[in-house]
């Protein structure tokens, strides 16, 4: 194993994604380390979150997770290679009271990995105000939505379901006023970041 450096998130997913994969163990990743990519770092988690789909042993969990450089400690896994650590809640993957989330591809740097969606990061954002009032996840939400196409319908839809009506009417007050702050064309300064290696790169459409 050839050990390096991982100072960003962006760098440990990549690395854990390529070694859940190069042993076969499917597994999507979900929380806040989604809405750490799709915010460019704006929003920093302190971990990575990985739904497992199907049954796979701890043994070869942790000798997936070996070949990255992290060692089981309790129930996460860390590396003296990065401050970020690795966790496996249990599943199903869900959202509120969604658990029919589908997860996306997702290509960071040289590995392709399952995600949650730009809509579902901010739908899961968006589940921390309704439910704990987080005025950080409303935020969180807010530039997600700014930043990525996201599906308003679907999340109001959502939104409602979870009886929360009025928060997410608090998200598009809070979306609207912050958009209308923003400089004209703002998109192509993101566009470089895209390039960077670990980058994160933006390929799924979100208008389904």
Same mark, same amino acid.
């Given at each position: 194993m050839i050990r390096r450096k991982l100072p960003r998130l962006s #760098?440990?997913?990549e690395a854990v994604g390529a070694a859940l994969g190069k042993a076969g163990i499917r597994a999507v990743l979900t929380g806040g380390a989604c809405a750490t990519l799709f915010? #460019? !770092?704006d929003y920093q988690s302190s971990d990575l979150d990985f739904i497992l789909e199907g049954e796979v042993r701890r043994l070869q969990l942790d000798e997936?997770?070996?070949s990255a450089g992290f060692v %089981?400690? !309790? #129930?996460r896994y860390v590396s003296p290679d990065t401050p970020f650590f690795v966790e496996f809640p249990r599943g199903p993957l869900g959202i509120g009271r969604d658990i029919s989330v589908r997860p996306r591809p997702l290509r960071i740097g040289r590995t392709m990995l399952l995600a949650l969606s730009a809509t579902d990061s901010c739908r899961d954002r968006l589940a921390a105000f309704y439910h704990? %009032? #987080?005025r950080q996840s409303l935020e969180t939400a807010v530039l997600?939505? %700014?930043r990525h196409r996201v599906n308003l319908r679907r999340i109001r839809e959502w939104s409602a379901g979870e009886g929360a009506i009025e928060g997410f009417k608090e998200f598009l007050r809070m979306l609207s006023s912050r958009r209308g702050d923003e400089r004209p064309a703002p998109r192509p300064r993101l566009r470089p970041l895209a390039r960077r290696p670990g980058a994160l790169k933006r390929f799924v459409d979100e208008r389904e």
């Open positions: #760098d440990v997913a915010t #460019d !770092g997936a997770l070996n %089981r400690q !309790g #129930d704990w %009032r #987080d997600i939505a %700014r």
